[in-house]
Every structure is written in C-alpha cells, then in structure tokens.
C-alpha cells in the first residue's frame, strides 16, 4: 500500500471539512451587562485575559466557518488590545479588540492635535479612554514625508500606579479620521538586573536595504529611563539612542522619568538585518547639563 495515501486523504478530508464551513463552533454568548475594564489598576494588569470572549465577539463578530486565532472556540477572555486573526482558505482579516472600548477614528482639527486636549481625545480613539486619572507628560512630533499625510507624534500619560501610556498617533485619513495605537508599560522602579537597563523603545518599522542591511527604521514609544539599580531617573532630561554599532542617534525628551521617543533614522554603517533577531538598540541617559546618569541596551 502507498505510504502516502492515509495523509493525501486526510489532507483531502481536513480541506473538505474546512470548505464546508465546518470550523470549531464560537459559544455564542451575550456580552454582561455595563461591563467595564479597570484600566487604574497596579501592576501589568494588561497583560492578563480581561475581556471575556461575549465583548470580543461583539466588537469583533467571526464569519460563519471562518477559523479565529487565538482560538475563540477554547478561548474564554483575552488580554485588552489583542487582535484577532480570522482566516477562510487564503482569505483573512484582522481585527483590533480595543480596551474599555472598540477602538476608531476621530476628526481633531491641525491646530488642535499639538495640544493636550486634541492628544486625549485621538488617543482615546484606541479604546483606551485616557480620562483625567492620566495625568499628561507631553509629546514628540515628526514632520509630514512626502508619501504620507498630515503628521504624527508619540503622545505619553501615566496614572497613580505608575502605568505609563505611550500613544502611536495615526496619519490623519482624509475620510476617516485620525486614528492610534497605545502600548502600556510599567514607570515605576523595577528590581536590579545585571548589566544595562533596557531602553524605553526598540526599532520598528525597519526597512531592508538591497545589500540586506537596516536602509530606515523607527523609533517610537514611552517608557522608563532607569538606572543600573532599576530606580526610575526622575532627574534626567534627555535620552540619546540609536541601533547598536551605528554612529546615527537621536535624542528625545524625558518627562518624570518617562521617554518620549519618536524619529524615522536612516543609519550611516551597515547593520545587518535578520528578521528574527532584530538589531538591538542602545542609548545614553542624560540630565539637563548633558551629564550622562546611565545607559540602556536593548
């Protein structure tokens, strides 16, 4: 008998059972009553699996016969800002669960997306309402490229507990509407490890030259400055970072202790890029005489 036959008809049966819709079944469940996401809280509360599946599946409704991932067939909750994967054949879609809220898009005014008021109600477009228990550390802004709309900046908050909020401001969509992602992070002191503390950001968005080394990449996020012991440096100023082995760095504001990071670099040495081991960046922490407190790798 044929080795191979047992696994071409299986493979035969598992692409007829999927094209006849017969993906593990969802619960259908009815989302609770005034539910609410306790986005004050201490600790990395947003790491846990607080939105039950009945929101998710609100927000998010699957296709009949459609497969999920994170499979919502055995999934109960997941954690806020988590996406869904859904996927028919070659076809698939994802979508964005949001926080308190599903997330969106507002129309804030040029003048008034510089401000604090503006930077609350776009970032509040990502589900995250930041209300007034997120106190406002200010903002890092770059110009309009050529090949993309309006302009963007990396907004910062934090609340009682330390909890730092940096908001990714989205090009404004002409007929949509400004839109943002948020990436929450812990301010406060974390325990001693050995060597340098890690930076407040890592590359992103990079792109790969021809010769396969990093030809542009991003630097965008709020977090911590620390120094070697894990204390927050309140007392800095500035951060000056870039990828490791380059020469090309650029410096941010700090705020309390907190980073605002955001520029589009393009390296002068050659940088490999392997896309699954990403180059690290490092940087220097600095106070407002350009005295250098402490430095961050990573």
């Not at 598992?14 to 809280?41: K, M, Y």
């Not at 109960?76 to 964005?96: E, I, K, M, Q, R």
């Not at 503390?197 to 890592?202: G, I, R, S």
């Not at 030809?215 to 012991?229: I, M, N, S």
Request: net charge negative.
């Amino acid at each position: 008998m044929n080795q191979r036959l047992p696994q071409i008809v299986g493979g035969i049966v598992a692409a007829a059972l999927l094209a006849s819709g017969c993906a593990p079944a969802i619960p259908q469940e009815r989302a609770p009553d005034g539910w609410q996401l306790n986005v004050h809280q201490a600790g990395e509360w947003w790491t846990q699996p607080l939105i039950p599946r009945a929101v998710v599946l609100q927000r998010c409704p699957p296709r009949p016969g459609w497969w999920s991932e994170p499979d919502l067939s055995r999934v109960t909750a997941l954690p806020p800002g988590s996406d869904v994967n859904y996927s028919f054949w070659t076809d698939d879609y994802h979508c964005d669960i949001g926080w308190t809220h599903a997330p969106s898009q507002v129309r804030v005014a040029p003048a008034e997306r510089r401000t604090e008021a503006g930077l609350r109600r776009i970032c509040s477009a990502s589900g995250l309402r930041l209300d007034d228990a997120w106190r406002y550390l200010g903002h890092n802004r770059m110009g309009r490229r050529d090949d993309q709309q309006g302009e963007v900046s990396t907004a910062a908050f934090i609340d009682q507990h330390g909890t730092v909020v940096g908001c990714l401001v989205g090009y404004d969509l002409v007929d949509h509407g400004i839109g943002a992602d948020v990436e929450l992070s812990v301010g406060v002191a974390a325990a001693h490890t050995t060597g340098s503390p890690a930076c407040p950001v890592t590359a992103r968005n990079l792109a790969r030259a021809s010769g396969g080394t990093v030809e542009t990449y991003e630097l965008r996020g709020a977090g911590a400055v620390r120094g070697d012991d894990g204390r927050v440096l309140t007392q800095a100023a500035t951060l000056r970072v870039g990828l490791a082995g380059d020469t090309v760095t650029t410096t941010h504001p700090v705020v309390d202790g907190i980073a605002i990071v955001h520029a589009s670099v393009e390296p002068k040495a050659a940088i490999p890029l392997d896309w699954d081991h990403p180059p690290a960046v490092e940087g220097e922490i600095l106070d407002s005489r350009g005295t250098v407190l402490a430095s961050c790798r990573g």
